[in-house]
């Protein structure tokens, strides 16, 4: 169990408003992803997608390693985040588009 220290000084994992992230509401359960819509000191605020239903807002989301959720079961009900899997492919696009606007550059010269 983490000392008072560690659950003291942890602090969340960065995320921005638009990232995409792993929603799970509680453990055990399948992980959805979700949108954050806004970001507080210790928690997200997320839009949880839902097959067949749209999506639902999850206030209050604390990351999935956060020592002091083991201080509270009504943390837990919340739910828990974590980073989704980033597509390789997205670096490898980004790369791409970065030479053609290089070359469009060097043609209007």
Known sequence: MPGTDEKVNWKMPAASVGDTVLYQSHEGSDQVMAFVIKVGQDTLTLWALSPGYGGVEKPSVRHRDDPRLDDSTE??????????????????LSERVAMLEQKLRGNKQ
Do not use: M
């Open 75 to 92: 943390w837990r009900r919340f739910g828990t985040w974590t980073y989704a899997p980033r597509d390789p492919r997205v670096a490898q």
